[in-house]
């Protein structure tokens, strides 16, 4: 059975909060991509959202809070976090603390691990679930594990439809690449993950194969079924062409423009919605080279992962 797509009003986001907390899945709209949310304390609804995903168990999750009153309950923040919570939340920035004694996010939401990911999202209607909810919610993003995160309602009921209770339809998501993800475990923070939180500040560590910092950091990821090149200035003939700023070649050779007048804001929120509509019609996807600055970090980031073989 398909989950129903519902808008989000008062209704559908009380029934929202229901399902939730019988234990079920719902894909809520945030500013980053679709999250696809459970009740973080329920180990039972967190193994079905494993599930689902057909995510491995060593890879955990974000929880979700309303502010950083819940957020404290959970995790213990230094200086440098509370700082950062101060200035990023609500927002797409994911902070990694010590786990607070105090607690309530189950064993398998946090695989296990002594830290967890903690997020105030900023979108309306991801802030009204949770606060209709009350308490922390998991929510990866909502795809199958591996595949490309969903930026629309449409792209979640098309790959996850048989496998949550209920989608909110937000519309299309504003920013598009998921959260900047700061480690706050040492004195200094690190990066673990670009997104749209500006974190040119920190060092970003260098990630280990055989001890991810981010566990699901590393291995492929944002996979298309297509083949993908980057970093490809000419599109040759056969290759779906993703551009990126103004190209004045023969207009039947480029596929896709992430952004004519070279916006990495608005390359970012197009980029998972335009993987996905040439990895329908086409084998072989080239990529324009995407500077290496502001949101040009998060968007090599996620495309390197995508042009990944193993
Ligand atoms: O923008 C986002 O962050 C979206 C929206 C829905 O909020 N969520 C998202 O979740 O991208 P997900 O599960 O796709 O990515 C979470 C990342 C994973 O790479 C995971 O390994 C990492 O966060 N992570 C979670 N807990 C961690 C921890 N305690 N230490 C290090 N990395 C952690
Ligand atoms: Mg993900």
């Not at 019988?22 to 980053?32: K, M």
């Not at 989608?167 to 040492?186: A, K, N, R």
């Not at 990895?279 to 290496?292: H, L, T």
Request: glycine letters at 10%; charged letters at 20%.
């Amino acid at each position: 059975m398909t989950a129903p797509m519902l808008s989000p009003t008062d209704e559908t986001i009380a029934r929202a909060a229901e399902v939730l907390r019988g234990g079920g899945l719902v894909a809520i709209p945030t500013e980053t991509v679709y999250g696809l949310a459970c009740d973080a304390t329920n180990p039972e609804a967190v193994a079905r959202l494993y599930t689902a995903k057909g995510r491995p168990r060593i890879n955990p999750l974000i929880a979700h809070v309303t502010g950083l009153d819940m957020a404290q309950a959970e995790g213990r923040f230094n200086q440098a976090a509370s700082t950062l919570a101060a200035s990023g939340w609500p927002g797409p920035l994911t902070l990694v603390v010590p786990l607070a004694e105090t607690h309530s996010v189950c064993e398998l939401a946090r695989a296990g691990l002594g830290s967890i990911a903690l997020r105030q999202p900023a979108h309306p209607v991801a802030a009204r679930v949770l606060a209709g909810f009350g308490g922390p919610l998991v929510a990866p993003s909502a795809n199958p594990s591996g595949k490309i995160s969903p930026t629309r309602a449409e792209h979640v009921l098309a790959d996850m439809g048989a496998r949550v209770d209920l989608i909110l339809d937000g519309g299309p998501c504003e920013i598009g690449v998921e959260s900047t993800i700061l480690s706050c475990l040492e004195e200094t923070p690190s990066v673990l993950r670009h997104g749209a939180f500006d974190a040119a500040a920190f060092v970003a560590l260098e990630q280990d194969e055989a001890r991810p910092l981010a566990p699901g950091g590393l291995s492929r990821h944002y996979a298309p079924n297509a083949t993908l090149r980057l970093n490809v200035p000419e599109p040759i003939s056969g290759d779906a062409y993703l551009a990126f700023g103004p190209t004045d070649g023969p207009k039947g050779r480029v596929s896709l423009n992430l952004s004519e007048t070279g916006d990495l804001i608005e390359a970012a929120a197009n980029l998972f919605d335009m993987l996905r509509q040439l990895d329908r019609s086409y084998a072989r996807i080239a990529v324009a080279p995407i500077p290496m600055t502001g949101l040009g970090l998060a968007i090599n980031d996620r495309l390197a992962r995508a042009a990944k073989r193993d």
